[in-house]
């Protein structure tokens, strides 16, 4: 009942994995002036972190979000046919030459991978030594726990045994924990996996706002002028941040 009443109402009733979704989506971030601060702060973020260089920079999952506004030369892709991309491709069947590009960007698009160790094996082939692979993705802890398993719809499972998952949908397959999963409770595995993804950054943060922003999928809970009010707040928990947040960004350079 909870989660009906705080659902947005242009997302009752729709198919997860549906394009116009997506669309809708796109139409929300737009929309909602505290969320689409929130995503400014992301992209400024993962554009910080990208290697000079002339080599095209790849961007997943781009179809709801603006970030070619923050880097203009990107490669913008979707896994389903949607408009405002450059490109419809598989992120486990990269079209490109062995170090083609200089980076890979995403925001919430690993933990929709049903099989990551397949991706990031691609993803080594074609990003140039030095370059990277830079994500805004869901984290772990003892609040962000609490909220994905009982507000959020998507499944996030820190305790399964595997990386893998079930793919019932480019959108609705998902485990949110698997970020955590692969570079924290994992990181031995990983590490003896992937030698040569080396784990730059990993900072983890924004317990609150994305949460009363609303996100993409629910109703706003807080003004957009309360914006820096909240931003605030996190600032004073950042010593704490290993209970609260709610994402991380997470930097991986090839080596």
């Not at 109402?9 to 979704?21: A, R, Y």
């Not at 925001?107 to 929709?112: A, I, Q, R, S």
């Not at 990993?202 to 994305?210: E, N």
């Amino acid at each position: 009942m909870l989660k009906l009443l705080l659902t947005h109402p242009l997302m009752v009733g729709l198919d997860i994995d549906s394009p116009e979704t997506t669309h809708l989506r796109r139409h929300i971030i737009q929309e909602k002036q505290f969320l689409r601060r929130i995503y400014i702060e992301w992209y400024t973020s993962l554009a910080y972190t990208l290697p000079k260089g002339d080599k095209p920079i790849l961007e997943l999952g781009s179809g709801a979000g603006f970030l070619k506004e923050v880097i203009p030369n990107l490669i913008t892709s979707e896994v389903l046919p949607t408009r405002h991309v450059t490109t419809i491709l598989d992120g486990l069947h990269l079209p490109f030459a062995d170090n083609q590009l200089r980076a890979i960007v995403m925001t919430d698009v690993l933990h929709h991978i049903p099989q990551p160790v397949q991706f990031l094996h691609e993803a080594m082939r074609c990003v140039e030594q030095g370059g990277v692979i830079a994500m805004i993705e869901p984290w772990v802890t003892t609040w962000s726990t609490l909220i994905y398993q009982n507000i959020h719809h998507e499944p996030f499972r820190p305790e399964s045994k595997t990386w893998e998952f079930p793919s019932t949908g480019p959108l609705s397959g998902a485990n949110g924990a698997l970020p955590w999963i692969m570079f924290v409770r994992d990181r031995e595995q990983f590490q003896h996996e992937f030698p040569d993804w080396h784990m730059m950054t990993i900072k983890p943060m924004m317990p609150f706002r994305y949460l009363v922003s609303g996100g993409v999928s629910m109703r706003s809970l807080m003004p957009s002028w309360s914006f820096e009010i909240w931003h605030w707040l996190e600032n004073q928990l950042e010593p704490y941040m290993h209970h609260w947040a709610m994402f991380a960004l997470i930097v991986l350079r090839k080596v």
